[in-house]
Antibody, heavy 120, light 110 residues
Framework: EVQLVQSGAEVKKPGATVKISCKVS????????MHWVQQAPGKGLEWMGL????????YYAENFQGRVSITADTSTDTAYMELNSLRSEDTAVYYC?????????????WGHGTLVTVSS | QSVLTQPPSVSAAPGQQVTISCSGS????????VSWYQQLPGTAPKLLIY???KRPSGIPDRFSGSKSGTSATLGITGLQTGDEADYYC???????????FGGGTKLTVL
């Protein structure tokens, strides 16, 4: 059974950095890309970026470029998303999701989400 | 403002059918597969349709997808109260090298 288990909720102050993990099981981690998606309260899904666990290459959305880093640790089958210079607008649920196939394919399994609250 | 345009809301009575549209451009929907996701309140999104019109295992055939040019449509027949959710279309944009999502459509089953 494919599972993506994310780390727990975080509370951060403005200007801080948060790093969320996504540990996978039930499939070969390096065979599929891992995406990260932000969902602010009451808002839609916003793509942040992805990583190819095979070689670590990452692509980032323009809106998050320079503030986000997405990495993969093949020794633990875990993907990470680090977001820095946090501001109140970053308060959101963050999801990891794996592709069904190659780079442009759909996201077939999602993590349960990690709530990040940014507040002074 | 999402690059993929969806209606904010749709509604219909139980047992009826509804369609949700998703409009894009040649660089995204026009040249890539479209997928659809269902997000029930308080839960993670779930893949409903992939490669324009295919259903993952376990998704009932009440859900269907289609694509024509730079637009795609999700259809749901035999509406049930349990179908009340937010629905998102998604695709890859070849020019941006980015994954895109529509703004989402809230389905209300009256």
């Amino acid at each position: 059974e494919v599972q993506l288990v994310q780390s727990g909720a975080e509370v951060k102050k403005p200007g801080a950095t948060v790093k969320i993990s996504c540990k996978v099981s039930g499939y070969t981690f390096t065979d599929y890309y891992m995406h990260w998606v932000q969902q602010a309260p009451g808002k839609g899904l916003e793509w942040m970026g992805l990583v190819d666990p095979e070689d670590g290459e990452a692509y980032y959305a323009e809106n998050f470029q320079g503030r986000v880093s997405i990495t993969a640790d093949t020794s633990t089958d875990t993907a990470y998303m680090e977001l820095n210079s946090l501001r109140s607008e970053d308060t959101a649920v963050y999801y990891c999701a794996k592709t069904r196939g190659g780079l442009p394919t759909s996201l077939d399994y999602w993590g349960h989400g990690t709530l990040v609250t940014v507040s002074s | 403002q999402s690059v993929l345009t969806q209606p904010p809301s749709v509604s219909a009575a139980p047992g009826q059918q509804v369609t949700i549209s998703c409009s894009g451009s040649i660089s995204n929907i026009g040249n890539n597969y479209v997928s659809w996701y269902q997000q029930l309140p308080g839960t993670a999104p779930k893949l409903l349709i992939y490669e324009n019109n295919k259903r993952p295992s376990g998704i009932p055939d009440r859900f269907s997808g289609s694509k024509s040019g730079t637009s795609a449509t999700l259809g749901i027949t035999g509406l049930q109260t349990g179908d009340e959710a937010d629905y998102y279309c998604g695709t890859w944009d070849s020019s941006l090298s980015a994954r895109l999502f529509g703004g989402g459509t809230k389905l209300t089953v009256l």
